[in-house]
């Protein structure tokens, strides 16, 4: 297993009263990842055959060959602004109860984020991709710390890698924040970054509100644990791939987060889920953001909604690129089952543990399936 960096900081809770003592400035370090190069920069060669790092052994379909699935698509207008009881509010608060449970993924609409501010996020990210490399190394992952652009959950040196690059940033709360990365980043894109991650925010904590209402636990324990979050952004950027059926842009995973919401930039499909056995491609809806169950919901409602595996396949002709922002719990809480839904069912299905070492130990392992949830399942 990789060496870890025990810097995780005791996280006052936002609701505790201020104590006269003053906190120390302490590093944020969940964890760290192995260089490896950029992807972006070896697709620029015209290279017929990829290095064998990035073999994976599996053949698959290229995305147009695969099957295809229309995920279960969330009208949030019915959820956020018809009255509480209404038809249209149930059938909605089901749809969504249903797609959580089965799917694991949907799509929203509806969302009430705005379009421009989209497009300019949109924009800026691909800018940020095509910067020069003298520029993306100042911004690149460093020895002890995964943030800043790289891969993640690279473990060793004979371990295949993906084919894509990805930029990962710590954003919420702000005082887990690596400031200097953030004045690293060009301007327009940090303030764009900023808007984002607030809009993602109050979308997750609302969806989250309307899961607990669906799931029948108490609401006030689902914003208490996600009043004061942390939240993560992955930019992922998937080159063209000379030898898309033995490379994957990213392995198969299941996120450990709670709550992802996934902005694919272009129309290029690449998102696989695994769905009754088997992968099928998600089709991009333009007017549409993907949700996905993380491994940490799939433990708050004791089993009841699943986190999905999934993973990204590339093709030889396109670029693709997405940005998952990923919600979880405030930091110094502890992770386990909801108290009022074991409650009622009296068996927790899951371990209970503080949530700093949940993310420390996620960090330090190779991504593998959902793997790691088995680890935290009672048996
Ligand atoms: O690019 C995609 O469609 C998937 C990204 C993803 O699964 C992630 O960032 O966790
Ligand atoms: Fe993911």
Redesign the pocket.
């Known amino acids: 297993m990789a060496k870890f960096c025990h810097m995780i900081p005791k996280i006052p809770s936002s609701g505790s009263s201020l104590s006269m003592e003053k906190h120390k400035e302490e590093p944020v370090n969940f964890g760290r990842s192995l260089i490896v190069p950029s992807v972006q920069e070896l697709a620029k060669q015209s290279i017929t055959k990829i290095p064998p790092r990035y073999v994976q052994h599996h053949h698959h379909p290229a995305s147009d060959d695969a099957p295809t699935a229309s995920m279960p698509v969330i009208d949030l207008h019915c959820l956020f602004a018809e009255p509480c009881g209404s038809l249209a509010y149930s059938f909605e608060l089901n749809k969504l109860h249903t797609a959580s449970k089965e799917w694991g993924f949907f799509q929203v609409i509806n969302h009430g984020i705005s379009e421009s501010l989209l497009e300019d996020f949109k924009r800026e990210i691909m800018n940020f991709f095509k910067l020069p490399m003298e520029e993306k190394l100042k911004l690149w992952q460093e020895e002890d710390n995964h943030e800043g652009f790289g891969q993640l959950f690279v473990v060793s040196e004979e371990q295949k890698l993906d084919w894509s690059d990805m930029f990962y940033i710590t954003t919420l709360p702000h005082n887990l924040r690596k400031s200097q990365l953030f004045q690293k980043l060009p301007i327009i894109l940090r303030e764009k970054l900023e808007a984002y991650s607030m809009e993602m925010k109050r979308l997750a904590v609302a969806i989250l509100g309307q899961m607990a209402k669906a799931l029948g636990m108490d609401t006030e324990e689902m914003s208490e644990l996600f009043q004061d979050g942390v939240q993560s952004v ?1 930019m ?1 950027y ?1 080159p063209p791939c000379p030898q898309p059926e033995v490379a994957l ?2 392995s198969p ?1 299941s ?1 450990a987060d709670a709550l ?1 919401i ?1 902005y ?1 930039l272009n129309e290029t499909a ?2 696989q889920i695994r769905k009754d056995g088997k992968w099928v491609t998600i089709k991009p809806r333009a007017d549409a953001l993907i949700v996905n169950i993380g491994d940490i919901l799939e433990i708050v409602s004791n089993g009841v909604y699943k986190s999905v595996e ?1 993973r ?1 396949i590339v093709n030889s002709n396109n670029e693709r690129m ?1 940005v ?1 922002t990923f919600y979880s719990p405030n930091m110094g809480t502890e992770l386990g089952p909801a108290r009022s839904l074991v409650a009622e069912h009296h068996v927790a299905h899951f371990r209970r543990v503080p949530i700093d070492e949940y993310f420390k130990e996620f960090f330090a392992r190779k991504l593998d399936g959902k793997s790691y949830l088995d680890f935290m399942k009672l048996e």
């Open positions: 992955r992922n998937y842009g990213f995973h996120d992802t996934l694919q690449g998102l999934h990204a997405s998952a």
